[in-house]
């Protein structure tokens, strides 16, 4: 894409109100917009960002034999009062003119239960795993952490549907590898802690994925022993010890949850009767888990940890492009040599982001490509052109180097791949 | 895909209720579940459709040189009363605990307009096209028409911002044009007619596409003469007679709206003051023109246009797969042979559904796959077998042909170009 195409661009001028490291590196950049509190509009490079986590978390869950469906966001009073959560406070709630009553999902478990029942009657017919990718609502009062907590925010909600325990302690199994995968590709994996988390009434624990960053709000409590974790709601109920070798010498962390799954076994099967006869000719309760992960949360913890004092240092697979072209000086032959290796680029299917603007400096053009962190940084100027090459230089590090424009397209193809 | 792995079910017990062919069809053939009054999930079948006829508007809307964005369903009051619409009875208001008000947004000249604003400063930076694909709410008393007229439905909706007339004028023609491409791509270009509907007080006409459907809501004027079709406003106002040639011999059709155009010229940048520097150093007001498609209404309209008795036939570039692979009987044989093609096809990165259901008849799965409606039934029994062919059947056409199985990748390929 052409840089002076976009038509967003990098601003230095920021509301005060804007706190946290997200948000302000994240309009600072041209990628958000704060409409309002807890609500952000995706600008073209942080719907690109967001379309790349999209992508990694749809092939994780179809890698997991989930289907993609799509469910309303506006749900009627009676599901919701069905399972005694219309009351809760979170919940965003409207009428029509009808004076019907309806609540904004932030969950959906009250629709995907009715759902799934119409279709499944007997063993034969389980297991059942469906997720959606979709904007959810919910009434939060805390709104100071930019795309980390919000009125509006994208989630994907995985469902799964079993036959007995078994089957859905190793399916949770797999949904917990499938989710460490998609971390790694969102290459905040080594920050990305397994936590041990309340289960509710239905189960010992929960698990909760939760990514250490500077200001983060949650704390966790790990055991360099026993290598776990474990949240603040746990490690209260036991006194702040291990609940494997019961050491009160644990680390404290500050951390964003950026995953959770949850067995919900039959909480919401018992409230909408969802029974299936059994190999075995009786009438059983199907078993549930739930599994979510917040993509503008991802989004944002992502830019708390990969970040330095200039700008954002994307991690490869979710660069909005994996290259920065930059076109410095004005002169005929710089300009034609960028333009023909943009093209090049484009019929080798690589996308770029192609700084062709003429009104801006050396100066301001390296200080955006810094503040958009592109991880890959390709320059081209009178100078370079000179020893017929080009400057290549990382965002995550200082050295710059010049290589053969002969050898850009395959310099180019080796680092994607 | 395997279809003993699809969650849904086809069904033949359908609630009264539901009286449009689009939505009978879609939820008997399992593409969607009914939520309540106007609002419908996605089921996996269904999805995929959305997905193809999504795809394929994201790509004309590139190809018009439009950015895509994506702008928060949750807006501030105060933007809407800015236009002096937040008084409109058909959207959606709620309070959030601290009894702020918000409009779920039905359309986002509200929200686009100061966002654009933020980056446009001078006629350099013009012009500029946003888009977006969201789910819109509408509190919407008429819901008995399927996926035609939702409570919540799926919108592309795009916003461009230009410097004068000539260029909006320029800009408009284009967005024509990659309508047509689309409808056209979707399989109902012959079906739809540009029509000539109010430009409110701002333009003398604004277009809407309305497409032809024996249960149509809306009502087209066309004369046969001038070849063109005026909707009903404007040819009350015209007294019933061609705009153009003054004729009263005026054919009357059914239709369906599945998209309109709209030069909004000054109004939205003049409610949020937004001026532009042009080249003569004068600030000026920046004209607008917005663009709607209903994904859900066009793919509900499509379901209206091509069907039979016996389900829907989809066009071929949004069926949910090209494919309809069906094995026929139970013998080890047939069994290898179509899990072996499966195979291949998934090898040759085509999609095929695969219809392996070891527990229903002959009849049910040809029941089933009419319904569906794939364009390309593929047939292997053990009859077929006898000879190393497989049976191909066109969803729109009674012929079946004997093909040999050596042939088979070869006209799959061909027929998917």
């Known amino acids: 894409m052409r840089q002076s195409k976009l038509f967003t661009k990098t601003t230095k001028n920021l509301s005060k109100d804007e706190k946290s490291v997200n948000s302000r590196l994240l309009i600072k950049a041209g990628f958000f917009d704060k409409l309002m509190a807890g609500a952000y509009s995706y600008l073209p490079l942080g719907f690109l960002v967001f379309k790349k986590i999209e992508n990694i978390i749809r092939e ?7 289907q993609e469906i799509l469910l309303p966001s506006m749900n009627p009073r009676k599901l919701w009062e069905t399972t005694n959560r219309w009351r809760y406070k979170e919940i965003f709630k409207l009428k029509n003119r009808k004076g019907q009553d309806f609540a904004l999902g932030w969950t959906h478990e009250e629709v995907v239960t009715p759902l799934v029942k119409k279709h499944v009657h007997s063993y034969k017919d389980l297991p059942v795993a469906v997720y959606q990718i979709q904007n959810k609502f919910r009434d939060e009062l805390r709104t100071k952490s930019g795309l980390l907590r919000g009125v509006e925010f994208m989630m994907k909600d995985l469902y799964s549907f079993h036959k007995d325990e078994k089957d859905l302690n190793k399916y949770y199994e797999k949904v917990k590898k499938a989710y460490f995968r998609i971390f790694k590709r969102c290459g905040i994996e080594k920050e990305t802690f397994l936590t041990l988390a309340s289960g509710g009434t239905f189960s010992k624990y929960s698990h909760e994925f939760q990514t250490l960053t500077f200001y983060g709000e949650d704390l966790i409590y790990v055991c360099p022993k026993c290598k776990i974790a474990i949240n603040k709601e746990i490690i209260e ?14 680390e404290i962390k500050k951390t964003v949850e950026v995953g959770n799954i949850f067995k919900l076994k039959d909480r919401f099967s018992q409230a909408f009767d969802f029974n299936f006869r059994d190999k075995d000719g009786k009438e059983k309760k199907v078993l549930m888990g739930c599994y979510g992960i917040g993509l503008g949360r991802l989004l944002g913890t992502v830019v708390e940890v990969c970040h330095d004092d200039k700008g954002i240092i994307w991690p490869k697979e979710i660069s909005p492009f994996p290259i920065h072209l930059i076109a410095l000086g004005e002169t005929k032959k710089v300009k034609e040599k960028a333009e023909k290796i943009y093209k090049d680029l484009q019929k080798a299917k690589i996308e770029a982001l192609y700084d062709d603007r003429e009104d801006k400096s050396i100066g301001a053009k390296f200080t955006d490509s810094d503040l958009i962190g592109i991880p890959v940084r390709i320059v081209v100027s009178e100078k370079t052109l000179k020893n017929n090459s080009f400057e290549v230089k990382k965002r995550n590090e200082k050295k710059i180097k010049l290589m053969k424009l002969t050898s850009l397209e395959k310099y180019v193809k080796k680092y994607i791949k």
Chains 1, 2 share one sequence.
């Not at 994780?60 to 034999?65: D, Q």
């Not at 109920?237 to 644990?250: A, D, H």
């Open 60 to 66: 994780e869950m179809n890698g997991v034999s989930a």
């Open 237 to 250: 109920k036991q006194k702040y010890r291990c609940p494997e070798c019961n050491s009160k010498k644990l």
